[in-house]
């Protein structure tokens, strides 16, 4: 188990002809029609959103200051330990000056990051079983130890309470199309020109998209830098596979499936550490050595031709968006 093994072993149990045609990169993330109910085998540590409220109607002449939110993933576990890594969650805050009441919005997953990222293999079921929704969470108060203390809370711009309750109609539609967390972005090359295969949706995105919106929406954003965390994974071009159905279906292809089933299963939770590290030098053999990944992205597997330097994390600008003041008559 510990030997790297040869490249056949793992290599891509399918021919040439499954590549797919010439296609739109990144591949567009698909948004569905109604979010559905998730399934009790999914589990969370930790409850997803305990204190959520829904989106008051905000009076149209109110004032309402729009705050920057970033802390370490797990702060409230670890402290700074995944910000000096720079592996940041990001969320937008809200405070109406007519009532002085303060709300913090953000969108993370149902069931935590390892979930949303790698399924679960279950006995008796063929395919492999994925708890990966994410959605948005809206409640009163904002923690200002919990931002400041290791990370940012720092005021954007300020909105009126008309463009508010656009927002929040966005907001709405947004999180009931977009149920789907994508941990990561999949390119060709660390250079910044390089060609994006998949984008990656999770929370940083749903702030940037909220931000679009309200400069959408006329808000004119102050001239602060801005940066935000990403996974990307460095790859040649990504061959399509299927999905669920035409790979583990009745009439779908066994052998690929075994090889999807054999390649997420080093990265279960591990009881040991023996186990943690057996499993380790698996992924590192099959990734890095010979060079493959399978993503599971818009509920389709695809095949990922694993290139140097295969995974970086970066924290990189994304700057603040250009609002048009006469957007909303403002």
């Given at each position: ?308 330097p295969y995974l970086k994390i970066i924290y990189e600008e994304v700057p603040l968006p250009i609002g048009n003041k006469t957007s909303f008559g403002i």
């Open positions: 188990l510990l030997l790297p093994l040869p490249a056949a072993a793992w290599g891509p149990p399918f021919s040439g002809g499954l590549r797919s045609p010439q296609r739109r990169w990144p591949v567009p993330y698909r948004r569905f029609d109604y979010r559905p109910k998730t399934d009790p085998y999914c589990q969370a540590r930790y409850t997803f959103c305990p204190t959520g409220c829904a989106i008051p109607v905000m009076k149209e002449e109110d004032v309402i200051e729009v705050y920057r939110l970033q802390a370490p993933v797990w702060e409230f576990k670890y402290g700074d330990l995944l910000g000096h890594l720079k592996i940041m969650h990001d969320a937008v805050g809200f405070k109406s000056s007519l009532t002085g009441k303060n709300y913090t919005m953000e969108w993370y997953e149902l069931f935590q990051l390892g979930n949303c990222t790698f399924p679960h293999l279950r006995p008796g079921m063929d395919a492999p079983f994925w708890c990966n929704q994410g959605a948005a969470c809206f409640y009163e108060g904002i923690d200002d130890a919990h931002w400041k203390e290791n990370g940012t809370l720092v005021l954007v711009t300020t909105i009126s309470g008309t463009m508010f309750n656009e927002m929040a109609k966005w907001v709405k539609y947004d999180n009931e199309t977009g149920i789907y967390y994508e941990t990561w972005t999949v390119q060709a090359s660390p250079d910044k020109q390089s060609t994006v295969w998949f984008d990656s949706y999770e929370c940083s995105k749903f702030i940037l998209r909220t931000y679009q919106k309200l400069a959408d929406l006329g808000a004119v954003f102050r001239k602060i830098q801005t940066n935000y965390t990403s996974i990307i994974l460095f790859s040649g071009e990504p061959i399509y596979l299927g999905n669920e159905t035409s790979i583990f279906g009745p009439l779908g292809n066994k052998t690929l499936a075994a090889a999807i089933r054999d390649f997420y299963y080093p990265f279960k939770p591990h009881r040991t550490v023996r186990e943690f590290f057996v499993d380790l030098l698996k992924i590192i053999d099959r990734v890095i050595l010979n060079g493959q990944f399978y993503l599971f992205y818009n509920l389709e597997y695809w095949f990922l031709p694993m290139k140097f």
